[in-house]
């Protein structure tokens, strides 16, 4: 039988934690605090945010949203987030992906200062990440990893496959899974034959984006399926890259979605918040 890994609940106990923290810091007169800038009326985006805002309410961080109109040039976004950057009760600043194509994201990310970068996507993270050192790690290969932990589950030594190189996803977990001495293969869309690549994985993380991407005969059997993909079919539901119910069986550990890695992927946003706002409180190094 497989082990089901429950992102879901295991993000309930961490957030329950973090409440406890956010309890504290209010004790001293601390109030953490989020703040979220969305450009455009992304469908999807939109739901992030607001299961980001929910999250924020339930462990008690303060939140607040800009929301920008698509026509946004790219220098009042960056002066919008130098403003953030220097305002005293913002603890850390999250630019939600996608904004327009005509504005330069890279540039967005990197004008947030590593301090309140909680995405872990300034270039200056990024490294202190590929180093192996105290940073904040992006929150997706972040939660992904409070996984392996909860579940015991050692890279050290294992085959993992990762498929798909985003800088969101695939290559910051490229780096926390070689920090965790695992030996990481990466594919892309350019990838010759993947199907071999994955029958040989001890770990397989999927970051596609394609339904039913990976089938049962790509994986070895009693092997780690970690599935980061969000589809939604057309009958509305959603999905993730893996063909959960022809491959469960063969596998030791995999995670569903919805329930598995999404939860996380949020949590460990608010976990990056508190210890930002410690940081800046100088209770932390
Ligand atoms: P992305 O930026 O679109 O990247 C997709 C990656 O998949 C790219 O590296 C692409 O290769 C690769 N790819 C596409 N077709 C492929 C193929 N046929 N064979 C092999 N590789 C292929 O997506 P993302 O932002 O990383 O997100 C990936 C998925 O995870 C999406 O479904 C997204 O909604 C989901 N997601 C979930 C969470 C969560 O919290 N659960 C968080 C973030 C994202 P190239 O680089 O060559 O184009």
Do not use: W
């Amino acid at each position: 039988m497989p082990t089901i890994i429950d992102g879901k609940e295991l993000a309930k106990k961490i957030r329950a934690n973090l409440k406890i923290e956010c309890e504290e810091l209010n004790t001293k007169g601390i109030k953490a605090k989020l703040a979220v800038i969305m450009v455009g009326e992304d469908q999807a985006s939109k739901v992030y945010v607001r299961n980001k805002s929910k999250a924020c309410d339930d462990v008690g961080i303060e939140y607040e949203e800009y929301l920008l109109d698509e026509n946004i040039t790219q220098k009042d976004l960056i002066n919008l987030i130098n403003k953030l950057n220097k305002e005293k009760t913002i603890n850390g600043i999250l630019l939600q992906s996608p904004i327009p194509a005509n504005l330069d994201i890279n540039e967005a990310f990197r004008t947030i200062i590593p301090e309140k970068d909680v995405d872990g996507f300034n270039p200056v993270n990024v490294g202190r990440l590929v180093l192996d050192q105290d940073t904040f790690v992006s929150c997706t290969p972040f939660g992904i990893m409070k996984m392996f932990d909860e579940y015991k589950i050692d890279l050290s030594g294992k085959n993992v496959v990762i498929l798909g190189r985003s800088n969101i996803v695939g290559k910051p977990l490229i780096h926390c899974c070689l920090n965790r001495n695992a030996t990481v293969t990466v594919c892309h869309s350019k990838t010759q034959n993947i199907k071999q690549i994955t029958q040989n994985a001890d770990v397989l993380i999927s970051a596609v984006g394609k339904a039913h991407f990976v089938s049962a005969d790509m994986i070895k059997d009693n092997s780690i399926i970690i599935d980061v993909g969000i589809n939604r079919l057309e009958n509305g539901k959603i999905t993730g890259d893996v063909d959960f119910e022809n491959v469960k069986d063969k596998v030791e550990f995999i995670t569903p979605v919805p329930g598995g890695v999404g939860p996380m992927t949020i949590a460990m946003l608010m976990n990056n918040l508190i210890k930002a706002t410690k940081r800046q409180n100088g209770m932390i190094d």
